[in-house]
């Protein structure tokens, strides 16, 4: 059975910074592209950021570049979100997804059960 877990989260003033980790178990770590997403009280999921297999490849969404920095240890079977310069519009559950080809909203095959970031200002 795979599964996907979230911690790292919590409360933070603005201008802190939180690192995320996603424990996977149940699948081949390495072959799965990892991404994170969140999603804010009333609205809907938004991509945050990815990676590729061995972590040569990553991408950002707007709003996360040159503030949030996604890795992964493949031995640990762990993906991070590193971020910093926290604001409250960071507020939000964030999630972890796996997906063979590539990760998307409407794309994962896994999906983790989310760990909630509260950023105060």
């Known amino acids: 059975q795979v599964q996907l877990v979230e911690s790292g989260g919590g409360l933070v003033q603005a201008g802190g910074s939180l690192r995320l980790s996603c424990a996977a178990s149940?699948?081949?770590?390495?072959?799965?592209?990892m991404g994170w997403f969140r999603q804010a009280p009333g609205k809907g999921r938004e991509f945050v950021a990815s990676i590729y297999w061995r972590g040569g490849s990553t991408y950002y969404a707007d709003s996360a570049k040159g503030r949030f920095t996604i890795s992964r240890d493949n031995p640990k079977n762990t993906v991070y979100l590193q971020m910093n310069s926290l604001k409250p519009e960071d507020t939000a559950v964030y999630y972890c997804?796996?997906?063979?080809?590539?990760?998307?909203?409407?794309?994962?095959?896994?999906w983790g059960q989310g760990t909630q970031v509260t950023v105060s200002s």
């Open positions: 149940g699948l081949t770590f390495s072959r799965y592209v």
């Open positions: 997804a796996a997906d063979r080809v590539g990760v998307s909203i409407t794309k994962a095959d896994y």
